[in-house]
């Protein structure tokens, strides 16, 4: 921090520096005083020159208190300094038009924005030379939450300053929703009583119709901002559990002039809860009891599960966004503004890009002539989906009415059709969220079928301006891919085939090598009787058998012709088959050599059973941690649910 202040401190031109008026050098032992938070040093400064309390340091036009803020060492240093300078020199301007409580809030001190505020209110109507701004603008862009919830919640809405009205209000609301502080907790120390963009909406509804002279707008930063909803997330089996019931924060007890906040769990059926809490704590409970319960219930889980904490900050933020882009569009479609068009347009078409369907339907919940925008080249929505692998804003289309099938007749500037799209390499970053060569082409072979699926027979056997008909489009567009995924098939298939060759020799090899040996005279096994010998004779043979057919389907994968078409069932089929039955020979073979033991050296103490029964789930659990992520991937891209198909009930057009 400390090399950092002193680069913004000697930031300025070397012109400047040539034509001071003051040696600024002589300051030295107090600029580094007041960056390391020395107050005695510093004290014993002031006493010789009392105008050092003002006096600008550095050639930036810092004053000592200027640094003291933006080091953040001692907040002590800070409210000794303040306590000796006179209320207006707080006012006191650095380069660019900067006070003190502009640092503080651009460094997130907030503590010495406390005591700054508490001595010199005005300085929260000050506006810096650079952008007209004021700390509330700096402490929103520089992403330090806690100092812009406590500047709201000081700063009035001033008739001369203006703070809240356009153009201060719009630039204040763009950099909340770019730092996506979309609102904030009820548990925030002190108490919020702001809730940041939903707040300045709800309080300002003309903010959510005006734009910056830089056209930047607070609804277009929301359709960029994948991570602030739910289609982005990833989350496992226990994640999306607890996603599912986790509570959040009900904003219709706040005074935000929202009417349609009543419920957070049904504001959204993204983000809905999956059961009643009602059915799980009993329907005989009141609905003020029901919420006590489920509020202590939560407690006890986050204290005995800390991650609960996270996966809820996660839904309470996803829950913010989307009533921000409700509320944002809802003022926007009241307003008289020419310029909607062009701004929804882009809002829709953005948000597709970047795979954000909570955004695109709320757009054309509030603006249904929305769903025919095109951009510059002719793609609509479903178009661009396609292009850039959205599944989930292509998953829109199994919610609309007939006109669906006006939707899919899409022709570019190049004669290239919905299938051509689809025809396409996907893009590198939606390629890699699929592990492995093949299941890749598997993917994009789902797309392809999907699409041509929905489209007219006859584009099928339609040729863009170079002649090509999908197909070919396909072929020449995935013709490395499935070079790569053959690559990758060929090598789990030769490093499985080793594993199931060994075992198999194994296997065979203890059939005939008996525990114990045979009996001399008839050749019947020693151990013949004991139950220990019946669990080994057939977990040998399960396994034998199995590892058989694990290296029959491996041999199959390796003389495959390698088809564009095998890639969607054929290979991955043949690739389940023979790792769930290598999986089998693996676990029987422990089994019977466990059993060999037991009978060679446990002389009937079954004690002996618990430690060799541990050291063979050593094996076993190794490969189901390395192998069996593998097959889960395999098993549901190919037999599972799939990614196309209606996933709400919400009707789209």
């Keep these: 921090m400390e090399s950092q202040v002193l680069m913004d401190a000697s930031s300025s031109s070397r012109g400047a520096r040539e034509n001071k008026d003051e040696d600024y050098w002589r300051y030295q032992p107090l600029l580094k005083a007041a960056l390391r938070g020395d107050w005695d040093s510093a004290k014993g400064f002031f006493d010789q020159d009392p105008d050092a309390l003002t006096a600008h340091i550095t050639d930036a036009k810092q004053t000592a208190l200027h640094l003291a803020i933006s080091s953040g060492r001692s907040i002590e240093f800070v409210e000794k300094l303040v306590d000796l300078m006179p ?3 707080l006012a006191l301007r650095a380069s660019q038009g900067r006070t003190a409580l502009h640092i503080a809030a651009l460094y997130g001190n907030t503590k010495a924005a406390v005591i700054l505020v508490e001595k010199h209110p005005t300085s929260l109507y000050i506006r810096s030379y650079d952008q007209n701004q004021l700390p509330l603008h700096f402490a929103a862009n520089g992403g330090h939450k806690d ?18 009205a356009y153009p201060s209000g719009a630039l204040l609301l763009y950099q909340a929703v770019d730092s996506e502080f979309y609102g904030s907790s009820a548990r925030t120390n002190p108490p919020a009583e702001h809730y940041i963009a939903l707040d300045l909406v709800g309080r300002h509804p003309e903010l959510g119709t005006s734009k910056l002279v830089d056209d930047k707008h607070a609804l277009k930063t929301m359709a960029r901002k994948a991570s602030a909803f739910p289609s982005s997330i990833r989350l496992n089996r226990w994640q999306r559990l607890i996603y599912s019931y986790v509570p959040v924060e009900n904003y219709a007890d706040q005074d935000h002039n929202r009417s349609d906040i009543e419920n957070p769990v049904n504001s959204s059926q993204v983000i809905a809860q999956k059961h009643s809490w009602a059915r799980i704590l009993g329907t005989n409970f009141p609905n003020s009891v029901s919420r006590k319960l489920q509020a202590m219930l939560w407690k006890v889980l986050e204290l005995l599960v800390p991650h609960i904490k996270h996966v809820q900050k996660q839904k309470l933020m996803h829950f913010q966004a989307i009533q921000l882009v ?3 569009c809802e003022k926007i479609g009241s307003s008289n503004d020419s310029e909607v068009y062009e701004l929804i347009c882009y809002v829709i078409l953005t948000a597709t ?6 955004v695109v339907e709320e757009v054309v919940e509030s603006f249904p002539q929305a769903i025919w925008y095109v951009d510059n080249d002719g793609y609509n929505i479903f178009g661009l989906a396609v292009i850039y692998r959205c599944e989930n804003v292509f998953n829109l289309i199994y919610q609309m009415s007939g006109h669906k099938q006006d939707m899919m007749f899409v022709v570019d500037k190049n004669w290239n059709t919905m299938l051509h799209l689809a025809g396409r390499l996907a893009p590198f970053d939606k390629l890699n969220l699929v592990p492995g060569a093949a299941l890749q082409m598997q993917r994009e072979l789902q797309w392809f079928k999907e699409v041509e699926n929905l489209v007219t027979p006859g584009y099928k056997e339609y040729q863009n301006e170079g002649n090509e008909f999908p197909s070919m489009v396909f072929t020449k567009e995935h013709k490395k891919l499935v070079e790569e995924g053959e690559k990758w098939m060929k090598d789990t298939a030769n490093s499985c085939t080793i594993a199931a060759a060994l075992i198999a020799t194994i296997a065979f090899a203890a059939v005939i090598t ?10 019947v096994p020693v151990f013949s009787k004991a139950n220990a010998f019946i669990v080994f004779i057939v977990s ?4 034998l058998f199995t590892s058989t057919m694990s290296l029959l389907m491996f041999l199959s994968i390796l003389t495959s012709r390698y088809a564009e078409g095998d890639f969607l069932y054929v290979l991955p089929k043949r690739l389940i088959i023979g790792l769930v039955t290598l999986f089998m020979s693996i676990t029987t073979m422990i089994l019977a050599f466990s059993s060999t033991l037991y009978l060679v050296f446990g002389n009937n103490k079954e004690w002996i059973l618990i430690p060799v029964a541990a050291l063979a789930c050593l094996p076993i659990t190794s490969f189901m941690f390395l192998q069996f992520p593998l097959l889960v991937d395999l098993i549901s891209s190919t037999y599972g649910p799939g990614i196309f198909g209606k996933k709400s009930d919400r009707f789209f057009f």
Excluded at 353 to 358: D, L, P, T, W
């Design 87 to 89: 209320p207006e020199a």
């Design 147 to 164: 100092t812009l919830l406590y500047l709201l919640s000081v700063t009035e809405d001033d008739p001369v300053s203006k703070p809240f």
């Design 326 to 328: 409700k509320s944002l």
């Design 353 to 358: 890009r970047y795979g954000i369907h909570e």
């Design 514 to 523: 008996v525990p114990g040996g045979t009996n001399g005279t008839n050749g």
């Design 540 to 543: 040998d043979a399960i396994s």
